[in-house]
């Protein structure tokens, strides 16, 4: 790979965030603090070092900025105050936007106010959308049965649409992660390396491991962060599991059905939980990975907060007897998930829940590489091993 270098690459990434590269004088110290490094994966100095010499491509294709956890150790540590966790935290939403193929994240990083606009616009329209479709088609004092102002049989058919439409966005942008930091090396013609196909199999698992359970960010010295996001994650996998596949479960009513609605009520307080301690850790700046927050991070946590609460009201009026105020919640709460799905996950903070997982597997798979010059020195090009050319821990 060509290494030449953009000279305006860290003023680039000051608007996403890095803005005190510049003081870092590569002493090393916190690569050293930070727990989650190792030889072949090393940072923050590293890329800190690279983003100070311009080296965008050797950035792009680089699965470091996901493999730290932004723990805050080593920003603690650096004698020079260069934030180097936040400039792993920076690397994070610059590369989210080189893998977006559309461009809406790249200007919603470097321009917040037009992802404001975009969501307050989108989230009109759909409020708008959907009082026109409920008092067109039933009747506000109605919240399920017929007649319902907003029927949870138009509501599934709507969420799945979302799903797609969030899928259309997000899967091209995996494969040109995948491009960038696999694919690229080992599909080139005058490649030195290449993968058995196999490889891709074998390190699957790997994908809803890491998914689940986040086990690397429990390896930081601090377990208290890992916590709160393992609560928010499994929070949120279960709440969309249950709106995709339970819809008409969780709307049922006014009986309480205790086989989905106890997920439910789970899954509503660990958002709502794990929001407001995000909120309130930002707001005062209480641990060192909350002192810097992009315009990106509040919008993120203030649209899972009205999704959470206007979610719990909703069932709560509706439980009541008080069908009229919760369709009005309802809308509300539409109001939100709209941009949230098709906004916010694709293009914005969302979509590291694609993305942390596959930098794990795409490590793994890096282990996997195999020299193409040792492959044609072994007989029939079979019997060549594995050498191990990086290693995740
Ligand atoms: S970021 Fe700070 S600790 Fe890390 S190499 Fe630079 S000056 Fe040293
Ligand atoms: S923020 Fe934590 S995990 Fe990330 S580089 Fe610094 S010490 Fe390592």
Same mark, same amino acid.
Not at 8 to 14: N, P, S
């Given at each position: 790979m060509?290494?030449?270098?953009?000279p305006?690459?860290?003023?680039?990434?000051?608007l996403?965030?890095?803005?005190?590269?510049?003081?870092?004088?590569?002493?090393?110290?916190?690569?050293?603090?930070?727990?989650?490094?190792d030889?072949?994966?090393?940072?923050?100095?590293?890329?800190?070092r690279?983003?100070?010499?311009g080296?965008?491509k050797k950035?792009?294709?680089?699965?470091?900025?996901w493999?730290?956890?932004?723990?805050?150790?080593?920003?603690t540590?650096?004698?020079?105050?260069?934030a180097?966790?936040?400039?792993?935290?920076?690397?994070?939403?610059?590369?989210?936007?080189?893998y977006?193929?559309t461009?809406i994240?790249?200007?919603?990083?470097?321009?917040?106010?037009?992802?404001?606009?975009?969501?307050?616009?989108?989230?009109?329209?759909?409020?708008?959308?959907f009082t026109?479709?409920?008092?067109?088609?039933?009747?506000?004092?109605?919240?399920?049965?017929?007649?319902?102002?907003?029927?949870?049989?138009?509501?599934?058919?709507?969420?799945?649409c979302l799903?797609?439409?969030?899928?259309?966005?997000?899967?091209p942008?995996?494969?040109?992660?995948?491009?960038?930091?696999?694919?690229?090396?080992?599909l080139?013609?005058d490649? +030195?390396?290449?993968?058995? $196909?196999? =490889?891709? #199999?074998?390190? %699957?698992?790997? @994908?809803p491991?890491?998914?689940?359970?986040?086990r690397?960010y429990?390896?930081?010295?601090?377990?208290r962060?890992?916590l709160?996001?393992?609560?928010?994650?499994?929070?949120?996998?279960?709440?969309?599991?249950?709106?995709?596949?339970f819809?008409r479960d969780?709307?049922?009513g006014?009986?309480?059905?205790?086989?989905?609605?106890v997920?439910?009520?789970?899954?509503?307080?660990g958002l709502?939980?794990?929001?407001?301690?995000?909120?309130?850790?930002?707001?005062?700046?209480?641990?060192?990975?909350?002192q810097?927050?992009?315009e990106?991070?509040?919008m993120?946590?203030?649209?899972?907060?009205?999704?959470?609460?206007?979610g719990v009201?909703?069932?709560?009026?509706? +439980?009541?007897g008080?069908? $009229?105020? =919760?369709? #009005?919640?309802? %809308?509300?709460? @539409?109001?939100?998930?709209?941009?949230?799905?098709?906004l916010?996950?694709?293009?914005s903070?969302?979509?590291?829940?694609?993305y942390?997982?596959?930098?794990?597997?795409?490590?793994?798979?890096?282990?996997?590489?195999v020299?193409?010059?040792?492959?044609e020195?072994?007989?029939?090009g079979?019997?060549?091993?594995?050498?191990?050319?990086?290693?995740?821990?």
């Open positions: 060509a290494l030449r270098a953009n305006e690459l860290i003023e680039d990434l000051a996403y965030g890095a803005e005190d590269v510049q003081k870092c004088y590569n002493c090393g110290n916190c690569t050293a603090t930070c727990s989650l490094t030889a072949k994966y090393s940072y923050p100095r590293r890329p800190m690279n983003l100070q010499l080296l965008e950035l792009e294709s680089g699965l470091e900025p493999l730290c956890y932004y723990c805050g150790e080593c920003s540590e650096c004698p020079r105050g260069a180097p966790g936040e400039t792993m935290m920076s690397l994070r939403r610059w590369l989210t936007s080189r977006d193929f461009g994240a790249r200007l919603f990083y470097r321009r917040p106010r037009v992802e404001i606009i975009s969501v307050v616009v989108v989230a009109l329209f759909a409020g708008l959308g026109l479709f409920g008092v067109f088609g039933g009747s506000i004092s109605h919240y399920n049965g017929q007649n319902a102002f907003l029927p949870s049989s138009t509501i599934h058919i709507f969420d799945w799903a797609a439409l969030l899928l259309a966005f997000l899967l942008n995996c494969v040109r992660m995948w491009w960038f930091t696999v694919g690229r090396e080992t080139a013609r490649r +030195r390396v290449r993968l058995p $196909a196999s =490889a891709y #199999v074998k390190a %699957v698992h790997l @994908l491991l890491h998914f689940m359970t986040q690397r429990a390896k930081c010295d601090r377990k962060p890992w709160v996001h393992l609560v928010l994650m499994l929070s949120y996998v279960t709440m969309l599991v249950l709106i995709m596949f819809l969780m709307w049922s006014p009986r309480i059905d205790w086989r989905v609605h997920f439910g009520y789970l899954a509503s307080a709502v939980g794990a929001t407001i301690w995000a909120l309130r850790g930002r707001l005062k700046k209480s641990e060192v990975h909350y810097h927050s992009h990106t991070d509040w993120f946590l203030v649209l899972l907060l009205v999704v959470a609460l206007t009201l909703q069932h709560v009026l509706h +439980r009541s008080a069908d $009229a105020a =919760a369709n #009005v919640s309802y %809308v509300v709460h @539409l109001m939100a998930v709209v941009p949230m799905l098709v916010e996950v694709p293009f903070k969302w979509s590291h829940m694609a942390r997982p596959l930098a794990m597997y795409f490590a793994a798979l890096r282990e996997q590489l020299p193409v010059t040792a492959v020195q072994a007989p029939g079979a019997q060549a091993e594995p050498v191990i050319l990086s290693r995740v821990p």
